[in-house]
């Protein structure tokens, strides 16, 4: 999870910035993982498809 949110810690923050999302537990990459995983949340990374 703390991979994940990592690689895309840019767009949570624009996300901020621009409307508030993903919201105020987001004040570290730890503390949204530990938020995630609290709520039984799972990430799923998908980076490419094989459908052609």
């Given amino acids: 999870m703390e991979d994940l949110l990592a690689r ?3 767009n949570l923050a624009e996300g901020t910035r ?8 987001h004040t570290s990459i730890e503390a949204a993982a530990a938020h995630y995983l609290a709520a039984g949340l799972k990430g799923y990374d998908l980076l490419e498809s094989s459908c052609r």
């Fill in 8 to 10: 895309e810690a840019e």
């Fill in 18 to 25: 621009l409307s508030g999302w993903p919201g105020p537990w």
